[in-house]
């Protein structure tokens, strides 16, 4: 069992910066392929950015250049910095884990962290 918690969000300015951070516990983080997602009022959940176990990334076009996701398995962190934020970045953003063993899918989600941007 993996628990993931979100933290680092709040009110920041347009052209501000945050740094969101997704703690988990349990073991073997560093197995787990991870990612920052984000859902906006009236709209689905969308991928922000993801980072697997081998430390490759991949970002949606919407934060490429703005945002940078990283990992510590030494603290079991997940990070995700977000520079120039827009308006049209506010969303709660949400830790994501998954790893498929044997066969078996292990899928974990956070409770959010609610980022806004606005002057």
């Known amino acids: 069992q993996v628990r993931l918690v979100e933290s680092g969000g709040g009110l920041v300015q347009p052209g501000g910066s945050l740094r969101l951070s997704c703690a988990s516990s349990g073991s073997a983080f560093s197995t787990y392929d991870m990612g920052w997602y984000r859902q906006a009022p009236g709209k689905p959940r969308e991928l922000v950015a993801v980072?697997?176990?081998?430390?490759?990334?991949n970002y949606a076009d919407s934060g490429k250049a703005r945002f940078t996701i990283s990992r510590d398995s030494a603290k079991n962190t997940l990070y995700l910095q977000m520079n120039n934020l827009k308006p049209e970045d506010t969303a709660v953003y949400y830790c994501?884990?998954?790893?498929?063993?044997?066969?078996?899918?292990?899928?974990?989600w956070g409770q959010g962290t609610q980022v806004t941007v606005s002057s």
């Open positions: 994501h884990a998954i790893r498929v063993v044997m066969a078996v899918r292990y899928e974990y």
């Open positions: 980072i697997n176990s081998g430390g490759n990334t």
